[in-house]
Nanobody, 116 residues
Framework: QVQLVESGGGLVQPGGSLRLSCAAS????????MGWYRQAPGKQRELVAD???????NYADSVKGRFTISRDSAKNTVYLQMNSLKPEDTAVYYC??????????WGQGTQVTVSS
C-alpha cells in the first residue's frame, strides 16, 4: 500500500559521513511525519530523527550535533545527513512515514556500518 525506498547506506570509517535518502510512494494521502529509526543487533529499534510537515525536527540525544534530517516536499523525500560517524552508529536504518489518515509505512532498511 505504501512504499518507502531507501538508499545511501554503506561502510564508512569512524569520523566519516553518509547521506541516507528515503522516497515515499504517491499512495500516501498526505505525510505528517517522516523519520529515521535504527536497530543494531541485540538492541531495540530506536528513533534517530524525525521531521513534520511543518519542518519541526526531533533528534535522539546520541546524534544531536552530528546528524541532520531534512525534507524535500516536492519529491516526497526525506534525507539524513550523518557526520562524525561512530562505531556505535552501526545499525540497520529504517525510514518511517505517517500520513494524514494514520497509515504507517516502513522502508526495507539500509545497512550502515562504521568501522576501521
Amino acid at each position: 500500500q505504501v512504499q518507502l525506498v531507501e538508499s545511501g547506506g554503506g561502510l564508512v570509517q569512524p569520523g566519516g559521513s553518509l547521506r541516507l535518502s528515503c522516497a515515499a510512494s504517491k499512495t500516501f494521502f498526505s505525510i505528517n511525519v517522516m523519520g529515521w529509526y535504527r536497530q543494531a543487533p541485540g538492541k531495540q529499534r530506536e528513533l534517530v530523527a524525525d521531521i513534520t510537515s511543518g519542518g519541526s525536527t526531533n533528534y535522539a540525544d546520541s546524534v544531536k550535533g552530528r546528524f541532520t534530517i531534512s525534507r524535500d516536499s516536492a519529491k516526497n523525500t526525506v534525507y539524513l545527513q550523518m557526520n562524525s560517524l561512530k562505531p556505535e552508529d552501526t545499525a540497520v536504518y529504517y525510514c518511517k512515514a505517517i500520513d494524514g489518515i494514520g497509515r504507517i509505512g516502513w522502508g526495507q532498511g539500509t545497512q550502515v556500518t562504521v568501522s576501521s
